[in-house]
């Protein structure tokens, strides 16, 4: 399980959208590691979560949630391994089967790729993500203790 402590910043309904701290750099490169620079550049804006509550929850509470793990490694395959293998082995037929100029393999290889890319995307969003709430903080603790939970 992964788990995350988002702040409500928003409540429409029984609604809440649910905003995630940004993290801190670790201590080992003090924000010059490959994954901070590309959090600057690209990571601007901050996501919004939607998520439905049972009980009641108003701006500005902290709400720890998990998110089940089991998805994350098949996911992650889809996403990176799809399109690379398309453009493989396109490439590999169209000069193999075919025997297509070079010019025409990478184009080939290039729309394959966008067409792994078009269908890992479309899986992913049939996966259903298991989330759970472990905790609602109330408003009156102080930041240490929540913390420390």
Partial sequence: MIEQVLT????KGDTAFLQAEPKPACAGCNGKCGSQVFAKLFGTDKK???????????????VKLALDDSHIVMSSFV???WPLLFALV??????AVFGVSEGLQIGAAFAAGVLGFILAKHRLRRVVHDVKVIKIYPLSLPVSQRDGD
């Fill in 8 to 11: 409500v910043v928003a409540v």
């Fill in 48 to 62: 919004r979560f939607p998520y439905q509550f049972s009980e009641p929850v108003s701006v500005g509470q902290k």
């Fill in 79 to 81: 996403v990176y391994i």
């Fill in 90 to 95: 396109t490439a590999v037929l169209a000069q």
